[in-house]
């Protein structure tokens, strides 16, 4: 043998080190990538479970994930409208009230409840509710020495 067989021998036997050492990294590195997302998926926290289970159980949650964000979404988008819609139902009542203080057609009512008032009907009018004749089922009890006043629209 000649000196350079020596050294291709040790550079085979260097590239085979150097390949079985990537590829025990690389093994390593799947298997904690595994254990990692075992350990993400709620009902395999801290089990014992093969390959593929995870892949199944990681696969389901994903799945299960994706549903509940959906409907989060749909709640979301849902309060959204529903608030645009009460912005713009008191911007309206505003404006309407601030036009009825405008045209002087409210007088105050100096009652022991400064928010209503009355138009030139004699209705009375709430500063609250812009004269609509919608009603809150979770109004407050009134006082049992109060009289309760029926809100007409104007």
């Known amino acids: 043998m000649s000196e350079n067989d020596d050294i291709e021998v040790d550079s085979d036997a260097d590239k085979r080190a150097h390949h079985n050492a ?41 799945q299960f994930m994706r549903r509940k964000n959906h409907t989060h979404q749909q709640d979301i988008d849902d309060l959204k409208k529903q608030n645009a819609q009460l912005e713009q139902q008191g911007e309206r009542r505003v404006r309407a009230l601030e036009k009825a203080k405008g045209n002087n057609q409210l007088q105050t009512n100096y009652s022991s409840d400064s928010s209503l008032y009355t138009n030139r009907k004699g209705s009375a009018v709430s500063a609250f509710d812009g004269g609509s004749d919608s009603s809150s089922e979770s109004e407050p009890d009134e006082p049992p020495n109060r009289k309760k006043l029926r809100v007409e629209p104007c």
């Open 22 to 62: 990537l590829e025990r990294k690389r093994r390593d590195h799947i298997k904690d990538s595994f254990h990692s997302l075992r350990d993400s998926v709620p009902s395999l926290q801290g089990e014992k479970a093969s390959r593929a289970q995870i892949l199944d159980k990681a696969t389901e949650y994903i």
